[in-house]
Every structure is written in structure tokens, then in C-alpha cells.
């Protein structure tokens, strides 16, 4: 008896795994890259229903997103990091006092943390389903006494109160110092931001410019998982990850209008060997950033728009040294971005962003498909010529296809004192409709390979 219940549940993963493996095979998701077509549609629906599945679903994801992996990466830090196991011990934030009725239940979660991370043996924190918890700022802090899995199935959401943030205005919730942790659940994390937006300088003009809270913060922790979650609507950055190393982010499902300003979907810095995959990102800002410090950085099947692309920087801003390498951007699908895959660096840096590949993507409707931008400035007064600049080398731009909404459909606008040297474009074609796309190139060291088109002159 005990032996069939442990089975049948092995059973029923295991024909499901088949079944979304060969799924997989089949969908138009893997060919339609090879396409010039452009970009599926079909594509939004799937990603919004697996995100939309109930609780019982879970387990078939995590048995898809292991069958996805094409190229056999390491999943020894989720094997490692408690999956939900039941000989973790569970902290239940309502046994903490938690009520989920629109009341603070900051103090409610930062005591069943306590718990949880003081516990001698595995543990997961909960935050039950079909509940909203209100918090203010909180930090999770490590190191735990063990491995912590914190399954967020309900609603997290933040207090809209920019008078709760008056100790720090960069930060809502924060897991810092933490060894082997893993976010998951199935939950949503809701930084309610609309409050921030509506007084950004970015929005309204009269008003001063002020730091806004990242949402979720990843500080120094090192084997982290994070997957199956909704995080909506940030103050400003959703996820932030900073100095940590050994991140798994899966089945992320991202999203804020596209009209509010500054919030990054996927934040790194000073971060390395991270992978983020199958994950779909539309806000007002960079759908991924990639900056100073970060190193190995993967990110498989990201379904990016609205938003201002897939970015690596901005680096070298204040004259500073910035260093950024071991990229590979893979199947990536983005439509009605401002960007597609863009290198921007700000003049008078210093350092490198080297070793990129950005590989089988796909344009819908996007600004500047292709570009690296050594004269980056987001500044409301111009940014004067300098010499100095950040080193841009050695990146692969291999299989890239799809529509531009812009007659430039790749700019290398480089820097005349540091061209960007070693850039290889392999099977490029895009093409703009109803008019002629073009390639605009300064100071660039190119290679070409197979078809590449448009091509600078
Ligand atoms: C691929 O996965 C198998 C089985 O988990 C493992 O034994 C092997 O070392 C992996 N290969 C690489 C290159 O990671
Ligand atoms: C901009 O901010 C000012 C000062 O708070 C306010 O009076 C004005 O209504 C705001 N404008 C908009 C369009 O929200
Ligand atoms: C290149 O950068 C300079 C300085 O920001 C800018 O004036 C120019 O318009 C850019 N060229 C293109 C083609 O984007």
C-alpha cells in the first residue's frame, strides 16, 4: 500500500513529463525561430496558461521545465535546494499571526522567518493560497541554520505607504546572506506600485527625481532557486539579484504597464553562474538587465514585450569600471520592445562587456532589433564626448530574425577612441515592414557569416 502511493504519483510525473517533453518537440516554439516570419503569437497563451494552472499543476511544470533542458545544465542546486520535501518542517505564516484582511502583517512574517531559518533541519516557509498578505518593507535575513524553501501560493502584496519606506527607499523585501533557498509556489508578489510611478520625474516633470523600492531583492546568497512565481507591478525594479552566485530563476512570469517607468523585469549585478529560463517579461523598462560584475550569465526561452529589451548595462555611468562577461542570451522571442538585444555603455567608463552571444531570436515589431550603444545617456541634460569607454569584444550575434519598427535595424554606435572589436553576425535577417531596414555601423570591427541582412555599407 504505502509502496503504490509513492509510486502512482512517480507514475503520473512521469507520463506527464513524457507527454510535455514531446509537446515540446512539436511546438512551433523550437521551428518557428528558423522562420522569417517573425514572431508566434501562439506562444502568450501557452506561457499565461501554465502560469494561471492550479497548485496541482506545479509538479507537472517542474517535470517539463527539467525535460526542457536542452543542454544538460547542472541541476544539482535545485535537487540540492529543498524541493518541497515532507520531511521539511513548515512554518505557516498564519501560525505567526498572519490574517491576510489588508492588515500590516510584516511583523507575522518576519517571525515565522525567524523560525523557519533557526530551524536545525529543512524547512519551508508557507504563505497559503487564496490569501493576500500586506507587507511593508521586509528583509529576510541569513544565514539559516538550514536549507529554507519558502512556497509562496497566495498573494504578497506591498503597502502602497511610501512613508512605510522611509528608512530605505530602494527596498520592499529583501533575502540576504541565505545559502541553499528556494522561492517558489505557484504565489504571486505584487509590489503595487502605481503610487511610485505616478511620482516618478520620469512620469511627471515638476516633480524631483527620487529612488523608487526594487520589489525583490537577492543580496549575497548563493544556491538559489527561484521559480513559479507572478511578480507584478514593482515600484520599480521586479527582481534584483546582487552579488550572488549559483541562481536557478525558472517559470517567472513578470509583468508591469508599459508606461511605468524604471521597472526592470530581471536585474542582475556583480552576480555569477545564473541561469533564467521559460520565463515571460513585459513592464516599462528593460525586460533583463545584465550589469557591472556579473559573469556566466544564461538566459534560455524569455518572452520579452512590452518593454525596452533584453540589456546588457547600462555600464561605465560616473566614469566607473565595469566588467561583464560569459553572456549567452538563447531563444529569446520579443515583440513591441523599444530594444531587442542591446549593449549599452555610457561614455567615459571603463572596463569591458566581452564574450556575448545572443542566439536564435526573434524580432516582432521591435525598435532597435540590434544595437550597442557606446554613447548611452539617460540623463535630462547631454552627456559630453569622452575618450574613455567600456571595452565592447568578442560577441556572436548568430540567427536573428524578424520584423524592425525602425529603418535601423542594427546600430553600432561605438566609441571612436575604443571600437568595438571582434563582433561576428551569423545568419541575420531583418527586415522592416513596409519599408528598407538598414544597418548603421561606427567604429565596429565586423565579421560576417552566411546571410546577413540588412549589412552596413
Ligand atoms: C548530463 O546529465 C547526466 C545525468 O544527470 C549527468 O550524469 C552528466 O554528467 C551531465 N552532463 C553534463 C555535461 O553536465
Ligand atoms: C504633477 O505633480 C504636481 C505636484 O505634486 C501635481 O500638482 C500635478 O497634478 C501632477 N501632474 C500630474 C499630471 O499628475
Ligand atoms: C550615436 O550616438 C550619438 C551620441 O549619443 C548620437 O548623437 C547619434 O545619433 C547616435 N547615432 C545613431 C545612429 O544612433
Known sequence: MALQRHLLPLFILWVFSSCFYRSLQEDPFSSFIDETSGYDHRAYPTYFGIINDQEGE????????????????????????GSPSTSAQVFNVDDYGAKADGGDDSEAFKKAWKAACSSSSASTLVVPQDKSYL???????????????????????????????????R?????????????????????????????????????????????????NCNNLGLK???????????????????????????????????????????????QIKSSVIGTGDDCMSIESGSRTVEATDITCGPGHGISIGSLGDDNSEAHVSDVVVNRAKLSGTTNGVRIKTWQGGSGSASNIKFQNVAMNNVFNPIIIDQNYCDRAEPCK??????????????????TSASSIAINFNCSKTYPCSAI???????????????????????????????SCS
Open 58 to 81: 506545479l509538479e507537472h511544470r517542474f517535470a517539463r521545465f527539467n525535460e526542457y533542458d536542452p543542454e544538460n545544465l547542472s541541476y544539482e542546486i535545485l535537487a540540492k535546494v
Open 135 to 169: 507587507l511593508k518593507p521586509v528583509t529576510f535575513w541569513g544565514p539559516c541554520k538550514s536549507d529554507v524553501t519558502v512556497t509562496i501560493s497566495g498573494t504578497i502584496e506591498a503597502s502602497a505607504n511610501q512613508l512605510d519606506y522611509k528608512n530605505d527607499r
Open 171 to 219: 527596498h520592499w523585501l529583501i533575502f540576504e546572506n541565505i545559502k541553499n533557498l528556494l522561492v517558489e509556489g505557484g504565489g504571486t508578489i505584487n509590489g503595487n506600485g502605481k503610487t511610485w510611478w505616478q511620482s516618478s520625474c520620469k512620469i511627471n516633470k515638476t516633480l524631483p527625481c527620487k529612488k523608487a523600492p526594487t520589489a525583490v531583492t537577492f543580496y
Open 228 to 274: 513559479n512565481m507572478r511578480i507584478k507591478d514593482a515600484q520599480q525594479i521586479h527582481v534584483s539579484f546582487e552579488k550572488c552566485s549559483n541562481v536557478q530563476a525558472s517559470n517567472l512570469m513578470i509583468t508591469a504597464p508599459e508606461k511605468s517607468p524604471n521597472t526592470d523585469g530581471i536585474h542582475i549585478t556583480n552576480t555569477q553562474n545564473i
Open 385 to 402: 564626448e569622452q575618450k574613455s569607454a567600456v571595452q565592447v569584444r568578442d560577441v556572436v550575434y548568430k540567427n536573428i530574425k524578424g
Open 424 to 454: 561576428l553576425l551569423q545568419d541575420i535577417s531583418l527586415v522592416r515592414e513596409g519599408g528598407t531596414a538598414k544597418a548603421l555601423c561606427n567604429n565596429v570591427k565586423l565579421t560576417k557569416v552566411g546571410t546577413v541582412s540588412p
